[in-house]
């Protein structure tokens, strides 16, 4: 091995000679520029470079004189072991780069596969759910089809039985009323008014709602007499007196017209039909009628609303109160708490047909809400919001009124 101070060669001149013939030969292009691996290249990419960087570099130790050769066999030797260890390298790392290929396309397949099996359930489901959906809807069509059968059977028994009715009504009828006197219906119905319609001041504190219509149309004078159908205990006809106003009330119930004289009140006992009759066009202010048009049949409702447009003046009022079914209980049970009553009329129809009749400015009063305290639920709650309106909410409404002035369209006939 050479020695650095072996007094035969002058090593310092041979570096010199060496770095002075490689920049030779680069000024002179023999050399070429050994290339820089890319910062942002491919692992591939990186270790291709430095396999040629270090080819570049063996063959250009190949280049020099055997005199200079011989100070880098060593480092020649430690080149070649270092070529073949990165191509070793690079065979393993393209071997790597086949099995990641071949890894990539097997997940790709079998995600298409999931992919694949996931639609056919999906649409598999959907089949079922369609199919189910078609079954359930045959379903319905038979029992719509059975209920309908169901519907007209009864149907037929229902005008059946009203036919056998009316075959008998007439004599069974009379035999009844001939053993019953009426005198005492009157009284078990006064008794029952007592009972359920409240005290004499709580009914006058409910109606005095109805005063500012009064004024307002400057009705219950002597020229625009206050007329009120079916008075019963005088309830309204008090409460006009105490406010200086002239009226009359008519009933059929002698006990409950005893009651009114009791009290120094104007009243007659009729058919309430039959007094609006006897009445010449144009002759009141205001007729009311408080909880009577549902005791009467819808024919005899028409005629009454049209015989009240007859007999009122012009601007003059009309007053109609009635059970609200929009409060479930009432309609569907309290109102038949009365045995005298027929059916429930919702407000919409009772409104309706006062404009029918020739009235406007038909307004709706909604009257009695329950109490608060009967409420359930969170105020805040729409669900108990709704709950407490249909169950809760005012157990009486009213409509009211005005006949036109010079009104031109002829009263509704009765029965219409």
């Known amino acids: 091995m050479l020695e650095s101070k072996n007094p035969e060669i002058d ?5 010199a000679r060496v770095q002075a013939e490689v920049q030779r030969r680069r000024a002179a292009g023999g050399m070429p520029p050994v290339p820089q691996p890319s910062l942002f290249g491919s692992l591939e990419n990186q270790v291709g470079d430095a396999i040629r960087q270090a080819r570049q570099k063996h063959e250009m130790y190949a280049r020099f004189p055997k005199r200079i050769q011989r100070l880098f066999r060593d480092q020649g030797g430690v080149n070649a072991e270092l070529l073949r260890a990165v191509d070793l390298l690079a065979k393993q790392l393209v071997a790597l780069q086949a099995e990641q290929q071949k890894a990539e396309r097997e997940m790709r397949r079998q995600r298409e596969a999931s992919q694949r099996e996931i639609l056919s359930q999906r649409e598999a489901s959907q089949r079922e759910i369609l199919s189910q959906r078609e079954a359930s809807q045959r379903e319905i069509t038979a029992l719509k089809g059975e209920a309908s059968s ?4 009864l149907t037929c028994l229902f005008d059946e039985v009203r036919a056998l009715h009316r075959r008998t009504a007439g004599v069974v009828g009379r035999e009844k009323a001939t053993g019953i006197q009426q005198d005492k219906l009157d009284a078990f119905y006064l008794a029952f008014e007592n009972r359920y319609r409240g005290s004499r001041e709580e009914i006058k504190r409910r109606l005095s709602v109805y005063l500012p219509y ?3 149309a400057g009705v219950g004078t002597a020229e625009k007499p206050i ?8 309830e309204w006809l008090e409460l006009l007196k105490e406010n200086g106003c002239t009226a009359r009330g008519v009933d059929m ?3 409950a017209l005893a009651t009114c004289r009791e009290f120094g009140l104007d009243v ?3 058919d309430i039909m039959n007094c609006l009759r006897s009445l010449p066009d144009r002759s009141q202010g205001m007729v009311t009628g408080f909880h009577i048009i549902e005791h009467l049949p819808m024919p005899l409702v028409l005629e009454l609303i049209a015989e009240l447009h007859r007999v009122l003046q012009e601007r003059g009022l009309v007053a109609l109160e009635s059970p609200n079914p929009a409060n479930i209980q009432v309609g569907a049970c309290n109102f038949y708490l009365d045995p005298t009553h027929l059916r429930p009329l919702p407000c919409g129809l009772t409104a309706f047909m006062l404009e029918y009749a020739g009235f406007t400015d038909v307004r709706a009063l909604y009257l009695q809400p329950v109490e608060t305290s009967s409420h359930v639920g969170p105020s805040d709650s729409p669900v108990a919001q709704r709950f407490n309106e249909y169950f809760f909410g005012p157990q009486d409404y009213a409509v009211v009124g005005t006949k036109p002035v010079a009104c031109g369209g002829a009263p509704v006939q009765a029965g219409v």
């Open 214 to 216: 009064v004024t307002q």
């Open 253 to 255: 119930n002698p006990s």
């Open 227 to 234: 007329l009120d159908l079916g008075c019963g205990r005088g």
């Open 268 to 270: 007659v006992g009729a």
């Open 150 to 153: 169901q519907r007209l059977a």
């Open 11 to 15: 090593v310092q001149e041979l570096m």
